[in-house]
């Protein structure tokens, strides 16, 4: 099992303590994620990227306006979590949110394949089935760390402001993920585990 402790320093090395993530710090929200992601009983490869998906920044951290990442910036990921799980981080950096959606519905399809686009540059991103549902797995736990653990926290409450799409991701991945996402949401956004 990942002990995500472990890679606390290489999250240092890459300088992600010193950003802040909305009312937390990149890593305290990246260390959340992960910890949803091991809940909901992904591979450790998914829980490593999760750890670090915030290395290069998001669609929702950066907008629309990202600067090409370093190619040098990569060797240093990579040499920290392994190239395929670099190639998951920058994949989950990169992709539109807007492709994430019409992907999944795609692929909920018999026979359906994921068309994941490349934010700033619509071209698509090679992926099969397989390689998109852990990315979408990765993109869920992120939504779930953006839950507020308290009334009154200044978060964007992603959850339920998506609610619908996310309940379906969640029932999608099987019970493990419905249990990781009722114990994170609960009263109306509860699913119910006799019905799934």
């Not at 990942?2 to 303590?17: D, K, S, T, V, W």
Request: charged content about 25%.
């Amino acid at each position: 099992m990942l002990e995500p402790e472990q890679y606390r320093g290489g999250l240092i090395q890459l300088g992600l303590h010193k950003g802040a993530h909305q009312d937390v710090t990149l890593v305290d929200h990246m260390f959340r994620a992960c910890a949803i992601l091991q809940d909901m009983e992904a591979k450790d490869e998914i829980c490593l990227a999760g750890l670090f998906h915030g290395a290069y920044g998001t669609e929702g951290l950066h907008n629309d306006n990202v600067e090409a990442i370093p190619d040098t910036r990569r060797a240093e990921v990579r040499t920290i979590v392994g190239p395929d799980v670099e190639k998951m981080i920058y994949t989950f950096s990169v992709m539109s949110y807007m492709s994430l959606g019409k992907s999944f519905r795609r692929v909920m399809r018999p026979g359906g394949t994921p068309q994941l686009r490349d934010r700033r540059t619509g071209l698509e991103i090679p992926l099969d089935r397989e390689q998109f549902l852990d990315i979408l797995r990765m993109k869920l736990g992120d939504v779930l760390a953006h839950m507020p653990p308290q009334a009154g926290h200044t978060l964007v409450d992603l959850p339920t402001e998506y609610a619908g799409f996310w309940k379906v991701a969640a029932e999608y991945f099987g019970p493990a993920t419905v249990s990781t996402w009722n114990k994170f949401t609960g009263g109306e956004l509860w699913i119910d585990p006799e019905q799934n």
